[in-house]
């Protein structure tokens, strides 16, 4: 829409459209929960959550991978580790789809090139907004790495706390998953792992 053109005011900020079917399942969902989806406060509510979600699952709309098309071969002989740790991310597990909340370590030992380091959050969020169990999460991370980038190695940790274990289930908050992937140098190496995991904060 250009911005000449007259906006429409059912829908004024261009939210994408929820079929009706997907507005139902959430009205059903509503009833089945044991609140009136008819009333006055949930009447708007359908669409929201299915936007909701749309935005959560926004990774299944990208190949994450592209993100490490653009690379610098301009390194000044850099062949130490990279490492990006403390990204904060959110995801969604796959049984209940409750958040999963949580932060990564994403490292690589270069080869004769390096990626824009934002690049390494927007693979991991390219994959985290999708249905995801934590374990698959980190191994997609590493992958797409390890095969797009080719380095010497790649270590991925990441540490989250699932929804569906403290907000209903067993209900222990505080509890925290711990996952990680090792490829080339950092699986093969235990030098070199210790040395990935101790810059992690591990
Ligand atoms: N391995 C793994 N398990 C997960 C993850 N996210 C959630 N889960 C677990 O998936 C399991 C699903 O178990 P089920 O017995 O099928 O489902 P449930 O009856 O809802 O289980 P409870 O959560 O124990 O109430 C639960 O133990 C969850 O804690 C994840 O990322 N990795
Ligand atoms: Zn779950």
């Not at 509890?175 to 210790?194: A, H």
Request: charged residues 25%; aromatic residues 6%; glycine residues 8%.
């Amino acid at each position: 829409m250009s911005c000449l053109d007259e906006p429409d005011m059912d829908n004024p900020l261009g939210k994408p459209d929820v079929p009706e079917h997907v507005q139902e399942a959430i009205r059903t969902l509503i009833g089945w929960a044991g609140d009136d989806p008819t009333r006055e406060g949930l009447l708007d509510t359908p669409k929201r959550v299915a936007r909701a979600w749309l935005e959560y699952c926004q990774g299944y709309q990208e190949d994450p991978s592209i993100h490490l098309s653009r690379v610098f071969e301009e390194v000044g002989g850099y062949d130490e580790v990279v490492l990006l740790k403390d990204i904060p991310f959110q995801s969604h597990c796959e049984h209940h789809m409750a958040p999963i909340q949580g932060k990564a370590a994403i490292a690589y030992l270069p080869r004769d090139h390096v990626v824009g380091i934002s690049k390494l959050a927007r693979v991991l969020h390219g994959y985290a907004r999708r249905l995801q169990i934590q374990e698959r999460l980190t191994a997609e991370v590493a992958q797409c790495i390890w095969n797009h980038l080719k380095p010497h190695g790649v270590a991925v940790v990441i540490e989250a706390q699932h929804g569906c274990m403290t907000g209903r289930g067993v209900r222990t908050p505080g509890v925290g998953m711990i996952t990680s992937r090792m490829m080339g140098t950092f699986l093969e190496d235990e030098r070199s792992r210790k040395e990935v995991l101790s810059l992690m904060g591990y």
